[in-house]
């Protein structure tokens, strides 16, 4: 599996950003992929994910309202909208994939990553 990830960079707080993740080397359509972000010293934080079971797209608490999750199968392609962003959502965010229809809900569920791609917001 291999994974570009695009569309980090630099932000002021209250703006937005999309970000991307184009796939190949799996079959996208089978794969549960979610999306992810660690900050300095922090833990890997799970934001949303798809099912691949019923392609219901799933968000954490924190996640919601400011974030969207959508895939394009033709492209093999995720994105992840991002608005009224926060100083504290600098971050690497990365996706990731696994087979499971159901996807998992941690990132150690997860068997595929992408490299991340780096977001800071400034105030």
């Known amino acids: 599996a291999q994974f570009v990830e695009s569309g980090g960079g630099l932000v002021q707080a209250g703006g937005s950003l999309r970000l991307s993740c184009r796939t190949s080397?799996?079959?996208?359509?089978?794969?549960?992929i979610g999306w992810f972000r660690q900050a300095l010293r922090k833990g890997r934080e799970g934001l949303a994910c798809?099912?691949?079971?019923?392609?219901?797209?799933l968000y954490s608490e924190f996640a919601k309202g400011r974030f969207t999750m959508s895939s394009d199968n033709a492209k093999k392609t995720v994105y992840l909208e991002m608005n009224s962003l926060r100083v504290e959502d600098t971050a690497i965010y990365y996706c990731?994939?696994?087979?499971?229809?159901?996807?998992?809900?941690?990132?150690?569920?997860?068997?595929?990553w992408g490299q991340g791609t780096e977001v800071t917001v400034s105030s």
């Open positions: 990731a994939a696994d087979p499971a229809s159901i996807a998992p809900r941690t990132a150690e569920g997860y068997a595929y």
């Open positions: 080397g799996f079959t996208f359509e089978d794969y549960s």
């Open positions: 798809i099912n691949r079971k019923d392609n219901s797209t």
